[in-house]
């Protein structure tokens, strides 16, 4: 009997069904696995890092970089890295164009200039180049050319501002700058530079001095230019080993007591004396006929001028604006200069 049973069993267990074998195998093999599977990585635990004091940034002004991008016509080039070592405070001139200000709602062009000082600064005397802004109010570009003059040039050169790389672009302020330009409508200009300073070293000595010596040039018809009234010739006479260098007024001076006094001096070698004086008739003789042209061409240019232009022309007027005294650059208030130039002479205001 226990044989029989034994069979029996063991011939119940072969004549189970196909599936209930498989699954029994695969509950089998799933057991397996889950005993063999390894235990699960012990998360590292995050450690905290220390919170740091927040750092807070002063907000910028929105007109806080206009004096810097407004080029300083007629500075050396050597000197402009000084001038923006100094936090200079132009907050005057950003006032300006604030409601109730000098320049609110008005078209405006600005160029740049520096002027060299002796101030007290960082517990001494120093020269310091100051920085300083004139603002033109303008319904039109007040000029579009540059003036070249120094003493060491026998004459003044007028050309126009693109052949020094010289343009009036628009000012976008700073919180416009995300904005799309061609949809903003400035109402400020200033004068850009476009001369890459590090070719400079490319340039001829002449041209890269033009940049010293050059101030907009600005032309006002309704007023007679200084030089149309002027008698007075500069002189400078070409002889080794040094040229003669004078100014010969054909109205108040004798031109043989002029040369004579030259001679005297020993300025000019007697032997030069005719040749000298037929120099000088000459430089007279251009002179006169320059300032001829000049007032023959104020009195046309008037007579061709619009209603419009002319208004514009005497409604034009000149700011000359001085950093304010701050903490962190020399106080310049005392040597302010109510004088710009022979171009544009006199500010309206210094401020």
Known sequence: MRKGAKRKTKHAEDSKPDSELATATDSSQENQNKTTKPPPKAKRLKTSKPQSEPEYFEDKRNLEDLWRETFP??????????????KWNFSNL????????????????????????LVFYNGESKVVC?????????????SDKIGINSVQREAEEIIP??????DWVPYIPLEDRDSQVDRLRSQIFILRCTQRRSALKHLKLDRLKKY????PYFYQPFKEDEFEQSTEVPIIYPIEPKPVFCEFDWEL???EEFTDKLIEAEELPEDQKDAFKEFVKEKVREAKKANREAREARKKAIAEMSAETKAAF????????????????????NVKSPFINRYYGKAHEVL
């Open 212 to 215: 010293e010596y050059c101030l």
């Open 94 to 117: 950003e006032d300006a164009f604030e409601e109730g200000g000098l320049l609110y709602g008005k078209k405006v062009y600005l160029f740049g200039c520096t002027e060299p000082q």
């Open 253 to 255: 001076d004798e031109l």
């Open 73 to 86: 016509v007629g500075t050396e080039w050597d000197q402009l890295d000084s001038v923006y070592q100094i």
């Open 314 to 333: 005497d409604t034009m007027r000149f700011y000359k604006f001085y950093p304010v005294p701050s903490p962190e650059a020399p106080d310049v208030s």
């Open 161 to 166: 501002m693109k052949q020094m790389k010289m």
């Open 130 to 142: 100051i920085p300083v802004v004139v603002a033109v109010v303008s319904p039109f570009p007040p």
